[in-house]
């Protein structure tokens, strides 16, 4: 018998968005995210995965989308679609693209990840900071640097330690490989799987399906604004309509990469990101 699931630390139930009270983006989703765990949501473009994101953070009005119908809950307490009430409850973004204020020091970046959480007091905020500082070194080294002169990967750690400097219980990752280099990908993977391990949940928006799976615990893929498939991270991986749509291009990639080095190619679903 398989042990049972940890408690929900975000559920989300039966939910319905829609922009300009036209476009309906979203129809009939439900996720849980159990405490502690990943669950990573793909998908291609327009399938709804930022959406999702947005119900969750509370951010749909600043995109003329509201829900219709469904709630979000987390530990139990319904969200109503207020960002700072999202914080509060211990529910933060990174958003996609890093977004960080590149005219700050990095040291100004992670104070100002501070201020949404406004209950921590000083303790808590230095053992934030100093989680952050460990789990993160590069933060440390460049703390006087501007953000803005950092590399993407360096700007996406920074995105994240400044997230969890509001001591998060859900964090919200979006698209976090975006558009950096293989190793930095394979960087971010292990950051988050420690994230997760010191006791963070984690709900993983990706296109890149391959890392997204290989570090999440469970996964839904949406389509059209529906959930397609769901479960175990490790059997989506394994199935044969995942790695049609989602694991293709990774396969054929790595494929390539290692005939050019003389070795066997191993299964993108299979592989292990790790530093």
Request: charged residues 20%.
């Given at each position: 018998?398989?042990?049972?699931?940890?408690?929900?630390?975000?559920?989300?139930?039966?939910?319905?968005?829609?922009?300009?009270?036209?476009?309906?983006?979203?129809?009939?989703?439900?996720l849980?995210?159990?405490?502690?765990r990943?669950?990573?949501?793909?998908?291609?473009?327009?399938?709804?995965?930022?959406?999702?994101?947005?119900?969750?953070?509370?951010?749909?009005g600043?995109?003329?989308?509201?829900?219709?119908?469904?709630?979000?809950?987390?530990?139990?307490?319904?969200?109503?679609?207020?960002?700072?009430?999202?914080?509060?409850?211990?529910?933060?973004q990174?958003?996609?693209?890093?977004?960080?204020?590149?005219?700050?020091?990095?040291?100004?970046?992670?104070?100002?990840?501070?201020?949404?959480?406004?209950?921590?007091?000083?303790?808590?905020?230095?053992?934030?900071?100093?989680?952050?500082?460990?789990?993160?070194?590069?933060?440390?080294?460049?703390?006087?640097?501007?953000?803005?002169?950092?590399?993407g990967?360096?700007?996406?750690?920074?995105?994240?330690?400044?997230?969890?400097?509001?001591?998060?219980?859900?964090?919200?990752?979006?698209?976090?490989?975006?558009g950096?280099?293989?190793?930095?990908?394979?960087?971010?993977?292990?950051?988050?799987?420690?994230?997760?391990?010191?006791?963070?949940?984690?709900?993983?928006?990706?296109?890149?399906?391959?890392?997204?799976?290989?570090?999440?615990?469970?996964?839904?893929?949406?389509?059209?604004?529906?959930?397609?498939?769901?479960?175990?991270?490790?059997?989506?991986?394994?199935?044969?309509?995942?790695?049609?749509?989602y694991?293709?291009?990774?396969?054929?990639?790595?494929?390539?990469?290692?005939?050019?080095?003389?070795?066997?190619p191993?299964?993108?679903?299979?592989?292990?990101?790790?530093?």
């Amino acid at each position: 018998m398989s042990p049972p699931e940890p408690p929900s630390a975000l559920s989300i139930e039966n939910l319905h968005v829609t922009y300009g009270r036209a476009v309906e983006a979203l129809r009939g989703v439900s996720l849980d995210l159990p405490a502690g765990r990943i669950v990573a949501v793909l998908g291609a473009n327009g399938a709804g995965k930022s959406t999702l994101l947005r119900a969750v953070s509370g951010t749909l009005g600043l995109h003329r989308g509201a829900v219709v119908r469904g709630a979000v809950r987390v530990g139990g307490q319904a969200l109503t679609g207020d960002p700072a009430r999202a914080v509060r409850a211990g529910v933060v973004q990174v958003p996609e693209g890093r977004r960080v204020f590149a005219g700050l020091t990095v040291e100004e970046n992670l104070r100002a990840g501070e201020l949404g959480r406004g209950r921590l007091g000083a303790a808590s905020r230095r053992q934030a900071r100093d989680r952050v500082l460990d789990l993160l070194p590069v933060l440390a080294e460049r703390r006087r640097q501007k953000a803005g002169l950092m590399s993407g990967g360096e700007q996406q750690m920074l995105a994240i330690g400044r997230a969890l400097m509001a001591d998060p219980r859900v964090l919200l990752l979006d698209e976090p490989s975006l558009g950096l280099a293989p190793r930095m990908v394979r960087q971010i993977g292990v950051i988050v799987r420690e994230i997760n391990r010191q006791g963070t949940a984690v709900l993983l928006v990706e296109q890149n399906a391959a890392m997204a799976l290989s570090i999440a615990h469970r996964a839904s893929v949406l389509e059209n604004g529906r959930v397609r498939l769901e479960g175990p991270a490790a059997e989506l991986a394994a199935g044969d309509e995942v790695r049609r749509l989602y694991l293709g291009a990774a396969e054929e990639s790595a494929a390539g990469e290692s005939t050019a080095a003389g070795t066997a190619p191993a299964p993108a679903a299979l592989t292990r990101w790790t530093a």
